[in-house]
Structures are given as C-alpha cells and as structure tokens.
C-alpha cells in the first residue's frame, strides 16, 4: 500500500547529485577562476564559488547535449543542431556564429600556411 509521501516521490523526477565535494574531478576550475577574474571577481574566487559554477556549467552542458540528441540525427550532436537550440537567444547566436566564422579562417590560415611551409621544402 503506497502512502501520500510515496506518491510525491514518484512524480518527481530523479536528479543526478552534481558532486558537491565528492572528490569529482573539475574539469573547469582553471578557466572558470580566470573567467570569474576577468569579469572582475577577486583574482582567487573561492573554491566555492568556482565549484558551483563549474556544476551549472556541467549542468548546461549536458542539457545542451541531450536535448541536441534529439533533434536532427537521433544520438548524434551536430553544429547545426547546437545552432537550432541557441538560435532565438539573440546573444548565443551572434557568439556562436562568430565562433564557427573564425573556426573556419582558422583552417583556412593553417592551410595557406601548410601550404607554404611545404612548397618552400
């Protein structure tokens, strides 16, 4: 016989703890300390502080992730898919856009050069 306390459990979606001290490894700490800085908090933040943007930015991420997923090629992430989910944040689609602009100069310039440094062989 299932009580009133069991039946909230079980509408309740299962979350997955984001590993507030469980000895997790941070894949983000060093750049999110430079970040916090460079948008003017001290230039030591505290673990804290860096520990819990680091679990929001884990948490976007893989949000991100799956919802790219879905749309497009089932269990496949593509660059378009990631356009698609930021395309009405007005901000996130300027960015991401100028990224994937300089992305391509960038293979183009390493290509020129690769090109140079060969025929100059």
């Known amino acids: 016989m299932a009580t009133v306390e069991d039946e909230q459990y079980e509408d309740e979606e299962t979350e997955i703890p984001l590993g507030t001290g469980s000895g997790r490894k941070r894949l983000f700490s060093k750049e999110l300390r430079c970040m916090m800085y460079g948008f003017g908090d001290d ?27 879905e749309i497009g090629r089932t269990g496949r992430v593509q660059v378009e898919d990631m356009v698609f989910l930021v395309r009405k944040d007005a901000r996130k689609y300027a960015r991401v856009k100028d990224l994937l602009t300089m992305n391509e100069e960038l293979k183009k310039a390493r290509k020129a050069f690769d090109e140079v440094k060969y025929a100059g062989v």
């Open 43 to 69: 230039q030591n933040p505290y673990t804290e502080s860096v520990d819990l943007l680091e679990d929001l930015v884990i948490e976007y991420i893989t949000e991100m992730t799956h919802k790219a997923m």
